[in-house]
């Protein structure tokens, strides 16, 4: 099984300031087809996940450009340049290497100061 | 807009079968590659369940240890799984989504608690 690590688990923010997520892969996410397979969701309070980056850099459709993805090796981070208040909610990084064998992260809390 | 809605009990007692269905609406199930469950207990963190692709192969947890069916009913446009051998610890909110080769799992039912308590 791979295990995903994030950090931190809980990320007080400013408004207006920026803010990053990092998650860790215990194994390699990077397939011969030369795709990383990590996506990161968002699950505000009382609601269902919603995706916001897919092959660990790639905006989903309606996601505002502020939120943004980058990957290193097994090394992957969210990026948000600029925290607004409906932002706060659980961040989950997910790998989703194929054969199918997801896995998350623990998530990450993000609130508002 | 593509929505989906989970279906089922909301409690069920230990030992006993959970069956869920999420019907797809506001779309065609063609449109679409991979049909996926997932789950939460309360007060914790997303766990992948399993999968259902476009030629109808199926992947799942192995955590679950082969107690989980995932099936797909294209003219109904819903898919469901089957969740053998409940314990108190497979209560959780359940849901389904829909998504493509490799995650990107972009459309999300609202859940169904499923509670195990005898």
């Known amino acids: 099984e791979i295990v995903m690590t994030q950090s931190p688990l809980s990320l007080p923010v400013t408004p207006g300031e920026p803010a990053s997520i990092s998650c860790r892969s215990s194994?390699?996410?990077?397939?011969?087809?030369?795709?990383?397979?990590l996506d990161w969701y968002l699950q505000k309070p009382g609601q269902s996940p919603q995706v916001l980056i897919y092959l660990g850099s790639n905006r989903a459709s309606g996601v505002p450009d502020r939120f943004s993805g980058s990957a290193s090796g097994t090394n992957f981070t969210l990026r948000i340049s600029r925290v607004e208040a409906e932002d706060v909610g659980v961040y989950y990084c997910m790998q989703a290497l194929q054969p199918p064998q997801y896995t998350f992260g623990q998530g990450t809390k993000l609130e508002i100061k | 807009q593509v929505q989906l809605q989970e279906s089922g009990p909301g409690l069920v007692k230990p030992s006993e079968t959970l069956f869920l269905t999420c019907v797809v609406s506001?779309?065609?199930?063609?449109?679409?590659?991979?049909w996926g469950w997932f789950r939460q207990p309360p007060g914790r963190g997303l766990e992948w369940i399993g999968l259902?692709?476009?030629?109808?192969?199926?992947f799942h947890n192995p955590s679950l240890k082969g107690r989980v069916t995932i099936s797909k009913d294209m003219s109904k446009n819903q898919f469901s799984l089957t969740m053998t051998s409940l314990i108190v610890a497979d209560t959780a909110t359940y849901y389904c989504a829909t998504g493509a080769y490799g995650g990107k799992f972009d459309h999300w039912g609202q859940g169904a608690l499923v509670t195990v308590s005898s």
């Open positions: 506001g779309s065609s199930m063609t449109r679409v590659s991979h």
């Open positions: 259902i692709n476009y030629p109808g192969t199926t």
């Open positions: 194994q390699t996410l990077l397939h011969t087809n030369g795709y990383t397979y």
